[in-house]
């Protein structure tokens, strides 16, 4: 082989490297989200819904605040505008997470092992809601029921026509129900926090998360973890009036 054509081979090679597609292995979960995180589908924007599993090759955009959760433990916060390529974040290459680990224990928060998880687990194949299901196919208030609240599609019953079956399967008997990661109610009671800037997001121990956002006054309930992203702050107070104010960046074990 002459040295020309043994250059242009190599150039051919190094060329087909650098335009290497990017893998649509699921590598990440949309933990929650406070507003729609949209991803592109051919010419039209799909809302994904919370617990679902995230592949490499997906293009993201926020419309507010939310946290993405990679297998790897990594975790990414977005706000209002940010796109993320999710393949291409510095957090899929992460082994572990990438927050200071603290629990709260006796009114106080102390410092802790970093917690084991297998993260992959915690999501499902979901993905993306129907077409039929994006923003202007409901009111405001059917968005929120639809897609931030437990089973809110199946809670909506008739009022808008889905595309495929909407009524789930029953599951076969003696099969345990599996918890995912789904947006949901925290639960009454437990300490109360208040978001004094940025946002904080909850997860109870059936895997129900909420973004807690600046200036009301949120009941734990059954929250296990809290994520309080670099800059933000938040004040947990208990029942006999104590405060204790916990800045970011933490994840702080509940239980």
Avoid at 92 to 99: E, I, R, S, T, V
Wanted: charged share 25%; hydrophobic share 40%.
């Amino acid at each position: 082989m002459s040295r020309h054509l043994m250059r242009c081979v190599l150039v051919v090679a190094a060329f087909a490297v650098g335009c290497k597609e990017r893998s649509d292995k699921p590598i990440a979960g949309l933990l929650a989200a406070g507003a729609p995180v949209l991803r592109t589908v051919g010419k039209e924007q799909r809302t994904v819904a919370v617990g679902s599993q995230l592949s490499g090759d997906m293009e993201l955009t926020a419309t507010g605040p939310a946290v993405i959760e990679y297998f790897g433990g990594g975790l990414r916060f977005l706000e209002d505008g940010d796109t993320l390529a999710v393949g291409e974040a510095k957090e899929a290459k992460l082994h572990g997470a990438n927050l200071p680990s603290h629990r709260w224990t006796d009114g106080a928060v102390q410092e802790a092992p970093r917690a084991q998880r297998i993260v992959a687990a915690r999501y499902t194949n979901v993905q993306v809601t129907p077409k039929s299901a994006h923003e202007d196919a409901y009111s405001s208030s059917q968005y929120l029921v639809a897609f931030f609240t437990p089973n809110g599609l199946q809670k909506l019953g008739g009022d808008v026509k889905h595309e495929g079956p909407h009524r789930p399967l029953p599951a076969p008997p003696h099969r345990p129900k599996v918890p995912f990661i789904h947006a949901g109610d925290l639960g009454e009671g437990g300490l109360v926090a208040t978001v004094d800037d940025g946002f904080v997001i909850a997860e109870t121990d059936d895997l129900a998360t909420a973004v807690l956002l600046e200036g009301r006054e949120v009941p734990l309930g059954r929250t296990v973890r809290l994520l309080v992203p670099d800059g933000a702050e938040v004040v947990l107070k208990t029942a006999d009036g104590k405060e204790v104010e916990v800045e970011g960046p933490v994840e702080l074990r509940m239980r």
